[in-house]
Structure formats: C-alpha cells, structure tokens
C-alpha cells in the first residue's frame, strides 16, 4: 500500500478517529434533514407544473419513461414515492414531495460527511443546513427534479469514498473493500438516474490513485466494483425497453424498445448538438461563473479558494476529488446551453459547503494552538476542534445564509404557484370533444399528466412535436390538414416562424391570447370560405 500524500486530521494531536454512538452520529443529520424537508415544504410547488416538471410527475406515478437520458432511477424511485407517499395528497404534488426528501437527505449526509472530515458535529450542521439553503438545492427541493436525486447520490458518493478512505488509512477499523464496491454501486444507481454522474468518474479515479494506488491493482476488488456498477445500470435502464415494449406504459418518450431508440434516449442524442466551446468567450464565462458563485454564496464567495486551499493542504486527496468534479462540472455546464444549466452546479455546491469547513476547523485548531502557546499550555488537546472557537466560526459561516433567508425564500416560493393546474382546467374546459392539439413541451406534459395520471378527457388527440417525430407525422401543417374538417384542432406554439406560418395559412380563433403562442382555435384554410 502506498502511503497517503497528507493524513486527514484537521486538528493537532489527533489519533484514530473517534466514533460517536449511533444517536450521537444519526440525530445531527436527521435534524438538518427534518429542517431542509420544512424548508422544501413551505415553499413547494402545491401540484401540477409546466415543462419537464409535469413530465416528472408523470412518468413516476405510471412508471413511464422520460426525455434523454431517460432518468429510470428516478422513474423507479417515484413510482414506489407514488404508492408510499398517497396520504399525502395528488400524483404531482408527491412528486414535488420526492424531491423534497431528496435534498433534505442530501444535507442529511453532508451533516456526516463534514463531521466526519472535520470530527465536529457543528460543523457538518452548518454545512448540512448550508446546502439545503441555498438557493439552487432549496429551488430544486420544490418541485419535481431528477436532479434532487442526483444530489442525493453525489452526497452519498462522498460519504463512501471518504469512509473508504479512512479505513484503508487505518484511522477507522473495519475492512475498507465493502465502501468502495458500495461507491460503485451507489455510482451506477447515479448514472441511471442522470449521465451528469459520467463526469465524477475521472475525480473517482483520481482519488482511488491518491489514497492507493495499489487498488488498481486489486483486480479482485476492481471486479467487484466493475460488477456492481454494471448491474445497478443495467437493472435500471431495463425500465426503459420493458415499459416501453413487453410492459408498456401509457406515457413513453420515443423508442427505448428499440435498439437504437434505447441508445438515443440512454445517450442524451437529441442534446448532442447543445455544446458550444466555454473558451470562445473566456472572460464572460468566467464572469457569468462568478456570479453564479456569488448568487449562491453571497459574502462567502471570496473564502472559496481559500477554502480549497486549506482542504489541499490538509486533506489532499479529498481535495483532488472534489476539485477536479468542480472543476470538470462548471467547464461542461458552462458549455451546455440547453435549459435552465443552473442545476447542473448543484455538486460543485455541496463540495464547496465541505471546503468551507474544512477550513472553519483548520482555523478552529490553528487559533486554539496559538492560545495554548501564548499560555504556554502543554495540556493534551482535546477531542475535536475548540468547543468555543468552533462555535464562533460555525456562527461566522451560517450567518449569510441566516441574513439571507428572507429573499431567498421569497426567490424559491412556489407554495402559491397553480398557473399550471388553472390552464389545464381552463383548457380542458374549452377544447371541444374529440378535438386534437398540436402543442409543444411545456404544454404538453401538463395536458399528458391530466389524460394519463387523472385520466381526463381520454377523447383529446394530444400531439406534440415528439409525436410527430416518433409517428411520423409530417410538420405541424401535416398534422393540422389531416384533422381539419374532421375534429377540432387546436394550436399552442413556441417559435415565430411556425406562429406567422399558422397566421398565413389558417383562419385562427385566439382563445387566450394575441397569436398562436396561446391556445387558438384553427377555424379553416385561408381563402377557403365558410
């Protein structure tokens, strides 16, 4: 075994590492979860959203299938959230619920990850109720959002590593083998719910290096691990073939059945072309980085590379982890620009809540060595950073995000949010029997959630423009032609050109609005008459 770069203690005169009791290490984390899940509570969306919200609502109550890449950890996990979660009110509003518990067990285990880098309970709270407070995971805890999930599991993924790590070490007994297979495990769970998890792999493979180099030649444990990641991909991407083919479910998003209809939703094809290079503009992506930081940890932006540098200094190989997975996740989400990309910082957010303390008990144990030299004091430091320092400090880093609270709150709140439920009623009420529309994404997933989930007005036609691709339908046009004299036929369309088209060649009737942005209702051909 190679010997470690750099031992993990924090603090002067440290040994092996002390193990709390089972109450003493769970009731920390299962406090700061039971605040971030009232957090995500009292500002969460009430029911039913547009876009990908409504989609997510969806395909876990009917254990569906979802855009690329599919999220089937998601899809699995929400469909057992349906049937756990009914007494607590419709489909889509367990939905939202799911991804409240997600990020409230994300904090939960930064609690125990930071308690255990930095050996203080305190620490890891505030770290804990850090993320969860943040504006990015309090957003994403309100609504339904794989990538509340993918939180959980990147979370999860460090708290394994890092106990890996401690006992290969020898600081904590116990074999270390098991929490490197579990890591692979937990990463293949994570690959199936969100391919934003591909990115990790590198910094795994560069901490597994650090620690010891010798695992990569332990072909016995890279076999178990290799396994285990395998099988966890494997068992749930099989939700997408078999929901879509022998067990077909009644919401599924193009051909996973198929060869290579499974490869293009697996492989995020349809999202292959939304990359530009982040280097073309250097100074603004880094500009639009930077404000990124700042929005998320306001006058705690600046401590961030100092941060880093300690946990560098003190826990080297946790820090080539988390860095590099910083490092690599900002440069690919600076260079994707399909959606809203804010989500994909939600790692990089966590780590960065882990460096900030790290560097609260560096300070902690260098402040607390200075006291003891002024006095002269020669006593054996005690079990963890200085109770009182560590308080001060602990104090010091939640204090912005305490300062903070109102606006953010008032930034995620969505507890009075029911735009989506008003319109689907509202047009569910005025589209005639048997009518068909030609929506797109973010009117179609709510309209697909009432006739699927609610199982409302079964008699719509409800075409969207991946309808059109996957039954070759032809252009809007195509669609509108073939049920024109025969059904009603009813537009919501997003893009100017097919808009003005619409205006050109029918006669429209706006229902709710000035053009074919909303609702309208496609009276006939122009110049054909009455």
Do not use: K
């Not at 049937?83 to 939202?96: S, T």
């Not at 939960?108 to 109720?129: E, F, P, Q």
């Amino acid at each position: 075994m190679v010997t470690p770069v750099r031992a993990p203690s924090l603090t002067r005169g440290r040994g092996p590492a002390h193990v709390p009791s089972a109450v003493g290490r769970l009731a920390p984390p299962a406090a700061v979860a039971l605040v971030a899940l009232v957090a995500a509570r009292t500002a969460m969306l009430p029911g039913l959203g547009f876009w990908d919200t409504a989609e997510l609502q969806a395909v876990g109550p009917l254990l569906g299938t979802a855009h690329p890449p599919g999220f089937p950890t998601w899809v699995l996990l929400g469909w057992f959230a349906s049937v756990v979660l009914q007494p607590f009110g419709e489909p889509a509003f367990r939905m939202n619920l799911l991804a409240g518990l997600c990020v409230a067990a994300a904090a939960g285990i930064t609690v125990d990850l930071v308690r255990v880098m930095t050996r203080s309970a305190l620490l890891g709270i505030v770290a804990g109720l850090g993320l969860a407070l943040t504006p990015v995971a309090w957003s994403i805890a309100t609504h339904a959002e794989a990538h509340a999930l993918h939180l959980v599991f990147v979370a999860a993924l460090l708290r394994l590593l890092v106990a890996w790590e401690l006992r290969v070490r020898g600081l904590i007994a116990g074999s270390a083998d098991r929490y490197l297979v579990a890591a692979a495990v937990v990463f293949g769970l994570s690959v199936g719910n969100h391919s934003l998890t591909l990115l990790l792999a590198p910094p795994i493979a560069l901490f597994v290096w650090a620690v010891d180099r010798e695992t990569w030649r332990n072909r016995r444990l890279i076999g178990w691990c290799a396994a285990g990641l395998v099988a966890a991909v494997v068992l749930v991407y099989l939700e997408l073939p078999l929901r879509a083919g022998p067990f077909r479910a009644p919401l599924v998003y193009g051909r996973p059945d198929t060869w290579d209809g499974f490869w293009y939703i697996a492989l995020g094809q349809q999202f292959l072309g939304s990359t530009v290079n982040p280097l073309a503009d250097l100074p603004g992506t880094v500009g639009t980085l930077v404000d990124r930081v700042i929005l998320q940890f306001g006058i705690l932006a600046p401590l961030l590379p100092v941060a880093f540098a300690v946990t560098y200094a003190r826990w080297r190989s946790y820090a080539l982890l988390s860095g590099s997975a910083v490092l690599i996740t900002c440069v690919f989400a600076s260079a994707y620009m399909n959606a809203e990309i804010g989500r994909y910082y939600l790692g990089p957010v966590l780590m960065a809540w882990t460096w900030l303390a790290i560097l609260a008990a560096r300070v902690a144990g260098t402040l607390d060595w200075v006291v003891d030299w002024l006095a002269d004091d020669e006593a054996e430091t005690s079990e963890g950073p200085p109770r009182i320092l560590t308080v001060v400090l602990a104090l010091a880093l939640i204090a912005p995000t305490s300062l903070a609270l109102g606006d953010r709150s008032a930034a995620v709140d969505v507890s009075h949010d029911r735009d989506a439920a008003a319109w689907l009623d509202h047009a569910l009420a005025v589209m005639e029997p048997g009518a068909v529309i030609v929506s797109w994404w973010s009117y179609s997933t709510p309209l697909w959630y009432a006739q699927r989930v609610e199982g409302r007005r079964s008699d719509l036609l409800i075409v969207d423009d991946r309808t059109r691709l996957d039954e070759n339908l032809g252009d809007i046009t195509d669609v509108i032609d073939a049920h024109l004299g025969r059904n009603p036929v009813y537009v919501i369309r997003d893009d100017q050109l097919e808009i003005d088209l619409l205006a050109e060649r029918y006669e429209l009737s706006f229902i709710d609005g000035p053009d074919a942005r909303w609702l309208t209702l496609v009276l006939r051909p122009r110049g054909s008459g009455s």
